[in-house]
């Protein structure tokens, strides 16, 4: 049995919601990562079985990697059909957001959320949920939106309508979120999840295969010269950072996606506790953060990178150059290093 962490109320409510409305639309985060597009495809099968008009409506392209999802296609991209976008969401009557906590974390789609006139349900695992939805069910705790997500089905009643179409979505966000299950994913209910998300006949192996160990040559020769030429460790701040220009990623015919993961790798290292990868974009720098245990890195992002997102996982951006970007890192590295050593002392 899985444990009842969801409060009466808003399962009521969101009850209220689906029963009285027939269009739907769901989002979730600009830059979607597996558990934004599994938990909106999840639930875009569970509402699509229930017979509703839903529409998903996302503000860029989902990673290439998903691409095996079913009815990934289906998607309506909002930097690419705004008007159409507008028009879907201007007719809701209700809209999910999934797996952000604040507006802005659709970008150029936040002005339209936040017009449309439809009830606004948040369903998410970020911390501190900004107040703009008539229901949230917000749970930093939990693994992942997608793990949130089958809480909240099974919570409605729901469970026998989620088909292996919905079950493959949403295993695939509990899956992407957790490293294949190797970090926050220390809670018994997880497994209980899985073992009734594989009655419902999905491939965990495939999904795997398909979702986290697909790569193309380019890529893993990208990976390999960012490893080997661009990871710089700071043994004093036990931290480390991998850089990518644009003209870099040009060389390796750089796609979207391509350097899902890279950040973690450095954690491999036992002495490095935090870790940041810098990607120029057009007009400013992409930052990734990570990190073990109980250092936070969402605090950094904020302070520093316009951003933030859970303690171990997080991001931002840098308005400048790259070098200034490295140079802002040198700062917060020495920082650390210099605090570490003053405990150091203290001790
Ligand atoms: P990633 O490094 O995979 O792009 O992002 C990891 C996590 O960091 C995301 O799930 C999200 O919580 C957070 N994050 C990434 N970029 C941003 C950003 O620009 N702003 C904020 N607030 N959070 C971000
Ligand atoms: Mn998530």
Not at 318 to 341: H, P, Q, R, W
Request: charged share 25%; proline share 3%.
């Amino acid at each position: 049995m899985l444990s009842k962490i969801i409060k009466e109320k808003p399962i009521v409510e969101l009850h209220k919601f689906l029963h009285e409305s027939n269009n739907i639309v769901i989002t979730c985060h600009v830059s979607p990562d597996g558990d934004a597009i599994g938990a909106s495809l999840g639930l875009y099968h569970l509402l699509n079985t229930l017979g509703k008009n839903v529409h998903i409506v996302t503000p860029d392209m989902p990673p290439r990697s998903l691409g095996f999802l079913p009815d990934i296609k289906e998607i309506v991209i909002y930097s690419k059909y705004t008007d159409f976008g507008n028009q879907l969401l201007r007719k809701a009557q209700l809209i999910f957001c999934l797996d952000f906590n604040a507006a802005k974390r659709v970008d150029k789609m936040a002005d339209a959320l936040l017009a449309a006139k439809g009830h606004k349900v948040m369903i998410d695992h970020h911390l501190d949920p900004e107040d703009f939805c008539d229901v949230t069910i917000s749970f930093p705790e939990m693994s992942s939106t997608c793990e949130l997500l089958f809480r909240v089905i099974c919570r409605l009643g729901l469970f026998n309508e989620i088909n292996k179409a919905c079950a493959e979505c949403i295993y695939t966000g509990m899956m992407t979120d957790t490293g294949n299950f190797s970090y926050n994913s220390n809670h018994a209910d997880i497994y209980i999840i899985i073992s009734e998300l594989l009655k419902k006949g999905i491939d965990k192996d495939r999904i795997y295969t398909l979702a986290m160990n697909t790569s193309s040559e380019d890529r893993l020769r990208l990976l390999g010269y960012a490893m080997d030429q661009k990871m710089k460790v700071y043994p004093e701040a036990e931290g480390a950072l991998i850089t990518l220009s644009l003209e870099e990623l040009k060389r390796y015919n750089y796609k979207k996606g391509d350097t899902e993961s890279l950040v973690n790798m450095p954690l491999g290292i036992p002495t490095v506790r935090w870790s940041i990868f810098m990607r120029e974009e057009e007009g400013y720098i992409k930052i990734s953060a990570r990190s073990k245990g109980d250092f936070a890195v969402n605090t950094i992002c904020e302070q520093y990178f316009g951003g933030g997102g859970h303690k171990n996982a997080s991001g931002g951006e840098f308005y400048g150059t790259l070098d200034e970007a490295v140079a802002t890192f040198e700062k917060i590295a020495a920082e650390i290093a210099s605090n570490k050593n003053d405990n150091e002392t203290k001790q």
